[in-house]
């Protein structure tokens, strides 16, 4: 008899241990982010120096997805990713090349993809992207897109109710390369290795910098204390009339409800996003 309470006794133990380690409520967010009309009127000063955009901890799922989107282009033989040398372009009987995994492949972009690629997951047991097949927001998209706004970025994620000392601030990047031309080098310069004849143009000029900016840098964290609560601190470069590099700032931090549909505003920037409650 005793032997029996013991092991209902254990029985019991490890079933309350096991819903309290499901106990951990989930959640998705999905979001877009877009460009901003110009408003003339704007009269904003964006010369303001500001302290850099830091967190004590990070996670880049964003820019890892972008970059695997761009060796899915690279596999389809977008010129772009085209590692090759223009000596070895224009003589190669082939137009394939190597696209391996561990490339770069946004180093050689001037435009980020919409969506970084995803595959479908449905677990949890760590962070990670929505593939775009779980997308809910499709209608919006085309609704922005009627309007004539650009959308620069459509994403989500998955992620564990945590505290604000606990949850990741999740690195966003975005939109359009922008850097300021600082020097130029010649192209379709072809060494004496005997096809320099092929060329029958003049040498071009393109502009280099070494330092560049995503359009949209910086960083979104959600945590939980009996609300949801979103962090959203971006930078958004740009170049002015004048030429100049110019840097504005969206700062929010913004209580919401799982289910309803948010918006973030700011002059340069818009962010359409909805949290959603996940296997609970």
Known sequence: MKHKLLNLTTLTFLTAFAANANATRWFEIELIAFEQKPTPELREDFKLERKPIQARKTLD????????????????????????????????????????DDRNYLEQMESLPLAPFAE?????????????????????????????????????????????????????????????????KAINNISNDGYISLLDKPIQHQAINDEFKWQVEGLMKIHVRHYLFVTTDLDINFIDNEGELQQARMSQYTRVYSGDIHYLDHPRLGIIFQIRKYKH
Not at 128 to 133: G, Q, R, T, W
Not at 141 to 162: A, S, V, Y
Request: with cysteine; aromatic share 8%.
């Open 61 to 100: 799922m964003i820019e890892t997805g972008l970059n695997n989107q761009g060796q899915i282009q690279c596999l389809a033989g977008e010129q772009q990713f085209d590692p090759r040398e223009l000596s070895q372009q224009i003589v190669a009987t082939s137009s394939s090349w190597q696209c391996d």
């Open 120 to 184: 479908p997951q449905e677990h949890m047991d760590s962070m990670y992207l929505l593939a775009e097949e779980q997308f809910q927001f499709e209608s919006v998209l085309n609704k922005l897109k009627r309007k004539g706004l650009n959308p620069i970025l459509h994403t989500g994620w998955r992620f564990p109710e945590m505290s604000s000392r606990r949850a990741p601030s999740i690195e966003i990047i975005a939109g359009q390369k922008i850097a300021k031309p600082t020097s130029y």
